[in-house]
């Protein structure tokens, strides 16, 4: 086996628990390799760091899949892990496992792929050369896992269509493995009704992660007139109409995703307190706002604006400016929730940045809530990247 040996002051992350080794953290590798190969990782001084599949077409040069030097990356671990992965989402899910991430990359110690469960359908993202060779095995391991807590999988479709395998050498791809079947799956979540397109929705298909954030706005919705921004397929919409909402207006800039929302909302019979706007949110809300419009609940919940390191300070930009706007089109009293699902767009500058928007505003924020992503995609505090989601909810009040 090929081995990398580090460059002394080097694997800061990988010491602290991370499993990423970058390009320029490797002073040498010793021995043959091809890339997605399993190879040794020691420290300069000789100490065993574990094992990891490499790639030379990634700045993440090595994932981790074992710190032990006696355990081979084989199909036991693999079982091991989805084992453990799907025992963590019954565990703190409780009877909430209808639909929620099953697989979420490195917090579950298997790098680079996720899986989503809607009812009876896996949707897979494999994004790194090293895990695709681990996939088929992590699929039929996750199809007994389930089935031996009596779910019987109906069908598996892949959405390996992220540009981030180009970086990998990796063509993109999406398809059926094993059987076809109708990619348009109902789903039920916080007692909503929804249809997922698992072939052309974005991602996977539909975000799980925002599930309880949904809830908890949903809660302070009846009787309100609420505007949802990037509603996607309607989701925030759908759980603050379902709530007793007055009113519902929902703006996506996607006329696909708009229609699909309109659809969700004859599904759970509250079109009638709901119109839809097709619009560029950016273009919109200053439209709104000069023609004097306010609602009781604004909510927020755009795109990763941030999506490198360097894109940062753009981003900032772009959330401040949604937010200010946001901020003046809710009622005196009324709330708004908003959100970050960048991880690069760190807990500290989104909060800055709320700040920020709120004095240029002159609007006195009252926090509700901080809250984060799902627990079925949860946080490994080792690994930063598996930390993304920040969700706020305020009430907000005019200065006086």
């Known amino acids: 086996m090929a081995k990398a040996v580090l460059k002394k002051g080097e694997g800061r992350y990988l010491k602290r628990g991370g499993l990423w080794i970058y390009d320029n953290e490797i002073a040498q590798i010793a021995g043959s390799y091809a890339n997605g190969d399993i190879i040794d990782v020691e420290d300069f001084d000789g100490y065993y760091m574990g094992k990891g599949y490499i790639n030379d077409n990634s700045v ?73 060779r681990y996939k088929a095995d992590i699929i039929d391991s996750l199809i007994k896992a389930l089935e031996r807590r009596s779910v019987k999988v109906r069908g598996v479709y892949e959405r390996s269509d992220a540009k981030e395998r180009i970086k990998e050498g990796l063509k993109r791809c ?62 925030f919409a759908l759980n603050a109409a379902c709530a007793g909402a007055e009113h519902v207006t929902a703006v996506d800039a996607s006329q696909l995703a708009i229609d699909q929302a309109k659809d969700n909302a004859v599904l759970n019979n509250v079109e009638g307190i709901m119109d839809f706007i097709c619009a560029d949110v950016f273009d919109l809300l200053p439209a709104l706002v000069k023609d004097g419009s306010k609602y009781d609940v604004v909510i ?26 946001g901020l003046r089109l809710v009622r005196d009293g009324g709330f708004f929730a908003t959100c970050s699902c960048s991880h690069f767009m760190t807990q500290e500058l989104f909060t800055k940045m709320i700040g920020e928007a709120a004095r240029m505003t002159h609007k006195r924020l009252r926090q509700v809530e901080f809250r984060t992503q799902a627990p079925d995609h949860p946080i490994l505090w080792a690994a930063d990247e598996s930390y993304y989601l920040k969700f706020y909810i305020f009430q907000v009040c005019e200065e006086k």
């Open 60 to 132: 993440i040069r090595i994932r981790m899949m074992t710190r032990r030097s006696s355990e081979a990356v084989d199909r036991a671990l693999i079982d091991e892990r989805v084992e453990r992965a799907v025992t963590y989402r019954w565990d703190v899910m409780g009877e909430d496992v209808n639909s929620c991430r099953l697989i979420f990359g490195e917090a579950d110690y298997l790098p680079g792929i996720t899986v989503d469960k809607f009812e009876d359908i896996l949707v897979v993202e494999s994004l790194t050369l090293g895990i695709e």
């Open 300 to 325: 927020l919940d755009p795109p990763a604006f941030a999506k490198s390191r360097g894109s940062v300070k753009n981003a900032t930009k772009g959330y401040r400016e949604i937010n200010m706007q």
């Open 174 to 235: 999406k398809g059926f493995i094993g059987d076809e079947f109708d990619t348009m799956v109902p789903i039920t979540e916080n007692g909503v009704k929804y249809m997922v397109n698992v072939e052309d929705g974005q991602k996977t298909g539909f975000f799980l992660d925002q599930k309880y954030n949904r809830r908890a706005v949903a809660k302070l919705c009846k009787n309100k007139t609420v505007l949802d921004c990037f509603t996607h397929t309607g989701s």
